[in-house]
């Protein structure tokens, strides 16, 4: 099949390899002609395990291409795939700007039946704008030709991306013609080799999919944490909770870790986003609107321990931070809890020496050179000379540490486990001043201060 896809960012990109993985001829196009050149050259603008490797074995083959000529890409694809952003605008609500004039753009060009799919993540009643926006520009023509609309959310982690689209849980395909199913259900067919995936369905029903699915994950995630905050209270210990939760199957062990709070591209804009449709209905969703509350006070509790710690002095300390992106795998730092901690403690006068496998570019994008902000080439370096070190995102690389070594290495040996991945009586009996998320002296946690 020949696909076109415009956008060429993280569900762009993820979307055009894999689908010229299964054999079919895609074309991405995008308006930063130095991302195109860059693409062109093989180079991938951002981290995603595996992606580097597929997106160049395709060039090659010449299945998939990269270009800024925006009528060559119309005139190439059958199926034409929306991927561009939806920035949240100030009250929250998604910005439909890219996505509308995208639509405009492909009604400007198009000669013949076409297939517009919306795979950026817009609120419902979105691909009833860009029919709108088709028929207009086609009208304004005076150019009758035939097209269909139709949403075909994404559902991918950062970090597992490739294999989260190559074998899926489910896709679902939201039209109102059966001329629009048959091509998605051709164009899916390879990935549903073992049992048929699928799922067709109306396409608001679809575009309420997508907010409905992170939100539940999110919804589970800032209910965890907010057990967490009482466990503290309580003197419980919110892991051995978890873990015995996690065995009744109706709730099961996925999204019920607590932390730091969640951050990143979807689930924070999304729930603003569902938030906001809803309020424009008149309807108030109070769970929802809690979740986001819930999670902007859980990424305030690093500093809040250190602060404790510290008795309220922080200024003239030195922190270590493990881990700036918003999750592993991935240099995507929108949202992350590590922003929220970095600029709290520069307010508090404390400095700042970080180490992430991937962000460290990213960091420097978004921060710039600061007197306050070392960025080490190690977790070692980073903690060397420090006052406290932080695990803020949870990389197979700090998994198991040397603590009697790292407790040498530091000013003072204390330990804020944003991710619970470390046994508190091991780290105690290393010397360190322990604090995690929701656990206790009942889990060996310290109580010291």
Same mark, same amino acid.
């Given at each position: 099949? #020949?696909?076109?896809?415009? =956008?060429?960012?993280?569900?762009?990109?993820?979307?055009?390899?894999?689908?010229?993985?299964?054999?079919?001829?895609?074309?991405?196009?995008?308006?930063? &002609?130095?991302?195109?050149?860059?693409?062109?050259? =093989?180079?991938?603008?951002?981290?995603? %395990?595996?992606?580097?490797?597929?997106?160049?074995?395709?060039?090659?083959?010449?299945?998939?291409?990269?270009?800024?000529?925006? !009528?060559?890409?119309?005139?190439?694809? +059958?199926?034409?795939?929306?991927?561009?952003?939806? %920035?949240?605008?100030?009250? =929250?609500?998604?910005?439909?700007?890219?996505?509308?004039?995208?639509?405009?753009?492909?009604?400007?060009?198009?000669?013949?039946?076409?297939?517009?799919?919306?795979?950026?993540?817009?609120?419902?009643?979105?691909?009833?704008?860009?029919?709108?926006?088709?028929?207009?520009?086609?009208?304004?023509?005076?150019?009758?030709?035939?097209?269909?609309?139709?949403?075909?959310?994404?559902?991918?982690?950062?970090?597992?991306?490739?294999?989260?689209?190559?074998?899926?849980?489910?896709?679902?395909?939201?039209?109102?013609?059966?001329?629009?199913?048959?091509?998605? #259900?051709?164009?899916?067919?390879?990935?549903?080799?073992?049992?048929?995936?699928?799922?067709?369905?109306?396409?608001?029903?679809?575009?309420?999919?997508?907010?409905?699915?992170?939100? $539940?994950?999110?919804?589970?995630?800032?209910?965890?944490?907010?057990?967490?905050?009482?466990?503290? #209270?309580?003197?419980?210990?919110?892991?051995?909770?978890?873990?015995?939760?996690?065995?009744?199957?109706?709730?099961?062990?996925?999204?019920?870790? @607590?932390?730091?709070?969640?951050?990143?591209?979807?689930?924070?804009?999304?729930?603003?986003?569902?938030?906001?449709?809803?309020?424009?209905?008149?309807?108030?969703?109070?769970?929802?609107? !809690?979740?986001?509350?819930?999670?902007?006070?859980?990424?305030?509790?690093?500093?809040?321990?250190?602060?404790?710690?510290?008795?309220?002095?922080?200024?003239?300390? +030195?922190?270590?931070?493990?881990?700036?992106?918003?999750? @592993?795998?991935?240099?995507? $730092?929108?949202?992350?809890?590590?922003?929220?901690?970095?600029?709290?403690?520069?307010?508090?006068?404390?400095?700042?020496?970080?180490?992430?496998?991937?962000?460290?570019?990213?960091? #420097?994008?978004?921060?710039?050179?600061?007197?306050?902000?070392?960025?080490?080439?190690?977790?070692?370096?980073?903690?060397?000379?420090?006052? &406290?070190?932080?695990?803020?995102?949870?990389?197979?690389?700090?998994? +198991?540490?040397?603590?009697?070594?790292?407790?040498?290495?530091?000013?003072? %040996?204390?330990?804020?486990?944003?991710?619970?991945?470390?046994?508190?009586?091991?780290?105690?009996?290393?010397?360190? !001043?322990?604090?995690?998320?929701?656990?206790?002296?009942?889990? =060996?946690?310290?109580?010291?201060?």
């Amino acid at each position: 099949m #020949r696909i076109t896809i415009f =956008g060429t960012g993280y569900v762009g990109l993820v979307t055009g390899a894999c689908l010229a993985a299964s054999g079919n001829d895609v074309m991405c196009v995008d308006v930063d &002609a130095n991302k195109i050149a860059r693409l062109n050259e =093989g180079e991938i603008p951002i981290y995603e %395990p595996g992606l580097e490797s597929l997106v160049q074995e395709n060039t090659a083959a010449k299945r998939l291409s990269f270009t800024t000529d925006a !009528a060559a890409a119309v005139a190439h694809g +059958t199926l034409q795939f929306i991927a561009v952003g939806t %920035p949240p605008d100030e009250d =929250g609500s998604a910005d439909l700007k890219y996505v509308l004039k995208v639509a405009e753009t492909i009604g400007q060009h198009m000669t013949e039946y076409r297939l517009v799919i919306t795979k950026s993540t817009v609120p419902v009643g979105t691909s009833d704008k860009v029919r709108d926006a088709l028929a207009q520009t086609l009208a304004a023509r005076d150019a009758a030709v035939e097209f269909d609309v139709a949403s075909n959310p994404e559902f991918l982690k950062e970090g597992a991306a490739i294999e989260d689209f190559m074998k899926p849980d489910r896709v679902v395909v939201g039209v109102d013609t059966e001329r629009a199913a048959d091509h998605l #259900r051709a164009l899916y067919a390879p990935f549903n080799r073992q049992h048929d995936r699928t799922m067709v369905m109306d396409i608001r029903s679809a575009e309420l999919t997508k907010y409905a699915a992170n939100i $539940m994950l999110a919804t589970k995630i800032s209910l965890m944490n907010e057990l967490s905050q009482v466990a503290d #209270r309580l003197d419980a210990d919110i892991e051995q909770v978890r873990k015995a939760i996690g065995a009744d199957h109706r709730i099961g062990y996925h999204f019920i870790y @607590p932390g730091c709070g969640f951050g990143g591209s979807c689930f924070p804009k999304d729930v603003r986003a569902l938030a906001h449709t809803a309020a424009k209905i008149g309807y108030e969703t109070e769970i929802i609107n !809690a979740v986001e509350r819930v999670n902007d006070r859980q990424k305030t509790i690093l500093f809040d321990k250190l602060h404790a710690h510290f008795k309220g002095d922080l200024a003239g300390k +030195t922190i270590a931070l493990w881990g700036l992106a918003f999750k @592993p795998n991935t240099d995507d $730092m929108r949202e992350a809890p590590a922003c929220t901690l970095i600029e709290a403690l520069w307010a508090a006068g404390a400095s700042v020496r970080a180490f992430d496998p991937e962000a460290m570019e990213e960091t #420097r994008r978004i921060y710039g050179e600061r007197s306050d902000l070392v960025l080490c080439r190690d977790g070692e370096q980073a903690a060397t000379g420090a006052d &406290a070190l932080v695990l803020v995102t949870e990389w197979q690389v700090f998994r +198991t540490p040397d603590f009697k070594a790292l407790s040498e290495l530091m000013a003072q %040996p204390v330990l804020v486990d944003g991710r619970n991945i470390y046994k508190p009586s091991y780290v105690a009996s290393a010397g360190f !001043a322990y604090y995690g998320i929701g656990r206790s002296a009942a889990s =060996g946690a310290s109580r010291s201060t």
